[in-house]
């Protein structure tokens, strides 16, 4: 019922004199007008809020951004721009953060499958070094390593049987995981004889990676504790404790803060030598808020004594979210940011597809009609960064706003691109 709460709105977001609602000094309705919806607005200045807050807690050089969270070359420029490093699972995610003008020595290769090739790309550009996931990684990176004739410097994922009381398909610490090298059954140790026995792998330190989406992070705080007990005998210089600060959703979430984050974290590490390097990789933490999607309602349909739907020119195709882990989102009217939100429906998007729900049961102004635009905030994660071309629905186009001003960094797809994979 209650009007959306600013806090779950970008840091520049405001309601100007008229009502409406403007991010980076540009009204939504202006932005949605000029560029279609769906669209992706990205505040840049709460960007770059977050990497600074970051980088004060734990050092610029210790926050590694997780770019799968949400990449282009103009994010990858203002993350490297913030002072952070860059976290690339992939060869295309590397090759964009290279092609953005990301020093390789800026970016940290993670993948629980990397193949010959992505080593290969990644030894050759110099990345500042590989986080190794199994041990037939270990034995296709000493064969590429020798192949350049390089020393490699490595961090071994380390599983610590712990859960992130989070969805399950966003934890990833515990024991039966795919990523990693298990601690509880010996693997984690063996790993690291196996590359202390290596003349061309050079073992930096370990890296571990609970899950996502964490809202407590004392729970962060003792997997961190389980890895440190194993971490501190072994005499390293270079500790990576993961990403997986939650942000808040919805109205009933609560998230903390990058600074309690950091103070967890010095806590749980305090009792290292000082000259161990800490490092964070926080994703969603940096990108989430800082964004909303901006739709078009195109249809109502009210069933009475079960439910109405809204139907909105997007959905999974731009935010599989709901349809992979059950996400919640609230959504608003930018041109109404202050109305009451008295009425219950189902959001959904244009695929065939039943499960194609944007929101399962989102409150909405009782002005919301066909041709109102409907923005869901909190969608800078995982939603472009999933974005497919599911029903040859083309992908929204992304802009950042600041001071007034809106650039495009991913333009809207045309037709015309759905043939650009054809053979001739
Ligand atoms: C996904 C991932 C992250 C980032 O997770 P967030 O929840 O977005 O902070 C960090 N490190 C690794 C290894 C990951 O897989």
Redesign the pocket.
Known sequence: MDPIELRLLPDTALIEPAGELSIGGCLVSSLAAQFGTPLFIYDEQHIRNRCREAAESFGAGNVVY?T??FLCTEMAKLVHEEGLML?VATGGELFVALSAGVPANRCVL?GNNKSADELHYAIREGVHHIVVDSFDELERLEHVAGFHGAQVNVQLRITPGVHAHTHEFVSTGQDDSKFGFNMGNGDAMQAVETVRRSSRLNLIGLHF?IG??VLDIEHLGKAIDVMVSFFAPLGLSDLTV????GVAYVASEHAPTMEQWGTVVRRATASLPKDVVVRV?????IVASSAMTVYTVGTQKDIPGVRSYVAVDGGMSDNPRPMMYGSGYEAFMPTLPSALRPRNVRVVGKHCESGDIVIEEAQVPAELEVGSLLATPVTG?YGYSMASNYNMVTKPAVVFVKDGQARVVRRRETYEDLLTLNPN
Request: aromatic share 0%; net charge neutral.
């Open positions: 997780a799968k969270a976290d993670h990676h996502s989406n993961g990403g997986g600060l990789e926080p994703g969603r933490a994660a």
